[in-house]
Structures are given as structure tokens and as C-alpha cells.
């Protein structure tokens, strides 16, 4: 997002995929009091669609962008997990809530252009949550979309949460989101704590970096450091967020609310030799510059090329996210329901029609 700045939100949780990051969500959630909407991808994804809505100074523009976005975000959250508990729990989590409130208007009146709405949709969702800060989780498949967002963001704390890239890739492999080898799980880890890490050089004051081993074994000193960082109050746990209670009914995250997280400490160990030499190999300067023990340093680093071709399930979803947004436009111009398409279930409060009056 290079040459779009955004007021809010206040506080960007980054990382690789299977680091930690919702973790890093339901303690902002609980302990700080922070506001997280679920499932904002769009915003970096109807940046290259801004073109199909006209002058958003324009009211009635914006009005046809905001439903486009409900339209989008009921979509892709309802098809993001196979999961009826899911649906239902996360849903009040989400942007949708804002619709769902009536709220519609006070996002278009607060905004004049897209910058100015997305903020908009963080504050009026911080502001029904009952929260005074609102913040936002990146944990992307590649690395840039969250760097374009923070290049939107003059004003933005980041919390880099930082797992051993090679229980990330253990982890992230066993998903079907997940890549299909160890190199190149080397290659996408060492290309997330690699860009955040630089980008807090860059931005010292506003970047801050946990590691997942850290919060595993002593998580009053991690709360610690973050009330320092975030300038706010660690308060008494009253159970899991919202978010983490929907997540734990998916195969993916089952675990959010009962795993021990100091046994999830140093798992690549069981890995077979190969696997594991493929991953240290790729990813060797990040494991060592965030301190991770490697048994052998001088292991030959394979030829990984920086593109991979891919084309697997994940790959597809990903082309049909980022084509998501004109696809809705068009069938808004014809009057297609394309929600029918998406989203089968005909009882499902997800496919009532989205109108903005």
C-alpha cells in the first residue's frame, strides 16, 4: 500500500504463518484490551480495484465500495474454514459486525476515500468492541502484502512474533496452506523475519520482537515487555478472546486453547535428517541471526530458486482471493447473486443479501 496512508489501526501483529500470531491475538485481546477484526486481507487486495469505484469523494462511490468489502469479507470468512462453529463464532469478530450493527453510515460519513474508510471500519469496529485501541494480523503466505500495508501506516506498532523457522515449517507443511517442501519452507520463513526484521531497523520505536520459545516459557516477562512497548496496563486474564474460541473449532488451530505451549518447543528435532538439513540449509543466516541453534554451520546451502512454481489448492485459492473483488463488482452490475455461488448453505445468516440503504 505505498502511496496510501492509514490512520488506524494502531498495532500490526506480524510473522510467518504458524509462528505464533494468533497467540499474539488473544493476549493483545485479553490482557490489553485491544480491539482485532478477523479476515482483513482485503485491504491490500482492493487497492489494485479502486479504479472500478470512481471518485470515493463521492458518497454514493463509497457506499458501492463498503458493500463490495461486506460482500468480500462474508465470502472468503465463511469459505476460510470448514467449520459451522467457526462461522458462527467468528463472524461477530469481524468486520460483518459492523453491519450487522447498522453501523454502515458512520463508516461513510467518517471517511472520504479509501484510506480514510479502512480506518474508518478499524474504529467503528474498536468502538463496538468497546475498546480505545484497534490492531490487525498479518500473517500472510508471502511476506509483501503486510510490508505495503505498514508503508501505509506512519503512526503503526508492530509486534514481530519470531517461532524456529523449522517448527514453523513442521508445522505450516502438515496444513494444506502450507508449502510442499522443507527448502522452500526455508525460503518463505527466512523471507518474513528477514522483512519485518529489517523494517524495524528502519523503525526502531515501533517495532517490537517476541519470540514464540520466550512466550512458551516465561509469558509474565513477554506481558511485561509489552505493557512497556504499548504504553498500557496488563490486565487479569478472563478467559480466551472470541477469536481463539471460534479457532479452536477448526482442524487448523484446534489447539489454540489447550495446547501447552512449552511442549511446542524444539519439535524439529524429530524430523528426519533430510528435512531438516533441506530447511537449515535454506534458511541458515536467519536461524543464526535470531540466535536458534543449527548442529551443523557449515551445511552446503542448496540452489533455491526465489520463485517457485506451485501449483497446488492453496496457489488457486489465493488467485481466486485477489480476483474476488471484480468478480463481485461485475455480478453487482448484473445482478447476479454471486453469494449463492460462495456460500451454499441457504439457511446461513452468510448468504443474506448485503444493502446498504
Known amino acids: 500500500m505505498n502511496e496510501i496512508i492509514m490512520a488506524r489501526p494502531d498495532i500490526i501483529i506480524a510473522g510467518s504463518p504458524r509462528s505464533g500470531t494468533y497467540w499474539m491475538v488473544d493476549l493483545l485481546e485479553t490482557r490489553f484490551g485491544i480491539a482485532f477484526p478477523s479476515e482483513t486481507h482485503f485491504i491490500s487486495i482492493f487497492e489494485d480495484y479502486l479504479w472500478l469505484y470512481g471518485d470515493l469523494n463521492k458518497r454514493k462511490n463509497r457506499k458501492r465500495l463498503l458493500r463490495d468489502i461486506f460482500q ?25 459486525a459492523i453491519y450487522d450493527e447498522g453501523l454502515s453510515d458512520s463508516v461513510l460519513d467518517a471517511s472520504t476515500d479509501y484510506p480514510s474508510l479502512i480506518s474508518a471500519l478499524f474504529s467503528e469496529f474498536a468502538k463496538l468492541k468497546g475498546a480505545d485501541a484497534v490492531g490487525d494480523k498479518s500473517a500472510h503466505y508471502r511476506v509483501k502484502p503486510t510490508l505495503d500495508t505498514l508503508d501505509g501506516l506512519q503512526d503503526v506498532k508492530i509486534v514481530h512474533v519470531v517461532r524456529d523457522g523449522r517448527d514453523v515449517a513442521k508445522s505450516w507443511i502438515a496444513q494444506w496452506f502450507g508449502p510442499k517442501t522443507y527448502a522452500k519452507a526455508g525460503h518463505l520463513w527466512s523471507e518474513h523475519v528477514s522483512g519485518f526484521a529489517k523494517w524495524g531497523a528502519s523503525n526502531p520505536a515501533r517495532y517490537l520482537e517476541l519470540k514464540y520459545e520466550d512466550m512458551a516459557t ?11 512497548f504499548l504504553g498500557r496496563p496488563v490486565l487479569e486474564s478472563k478467559g480466551p478472546s472470541a477469536t481463539a474460541a471460534a479457532l479452536s473449532h477448526t482442524d487448523s488451530h484446534a489447539k489454540i486453547q489447550s495446547m501447552k505451549a512449552s511442549d511446542n518447543i524444539e519439535k524439529w528435532r524429530n524430523l528426519p535428517n533430510k528435512d531438516r538439513e533441506d530447511f ?4 541458515m543466516p536467519w536461524l543464526r ?6 548442529d551443523d554451520p557449515n551445511i552446503r546451502s542448496p540452489k533455491v530458486p526465489h520463485k517457485f512454481i506451485d501449483i497446488s489448492k492453496h496457489q488457486f485459492t489465493v488467485w481466486v482471493k485477489h480476483q474476488l473483488p471484480i468478480i463481485i463488482r461485475l455480478s453487482a452490475l448484473i445482478h447476479f447473486p454471486i453469494r449463492k455461488i460462495f456460500i451454499r448453505d441457504k439457511t446461513s445468516i452468510w ?5 446498504l440503504d
Not at 516465561?218 to 512497556?228: H, I
Not at 537449515?280 to 534458511?283: K, Q, V
Request: aromatic residues 14%; contains cysteine.
Open 351 to 355: 448468504q443474506a443479501p448485503i444493502k
Open 72 to 96: 468480500f469479507v462474508s465470502i472468503w470468512t465463511y469459505n476460510s474454514q470448514d467449520s459451522d462453529e467457526y462461522r458462527a463464532g467468528i463472524r461477530p469478530s469481524s468486520f460483518m
Open 280 to 283: 537449515e540449509a535454506t534458511a
Open 289 to 294: 541471526d535470531f540466535g536458534y541453534p543449527v
Open 218 to 228: 516465561d509469558l509474565d516477562a513477554c506481558l511485561t515487555t509489552l505493557s512497556g
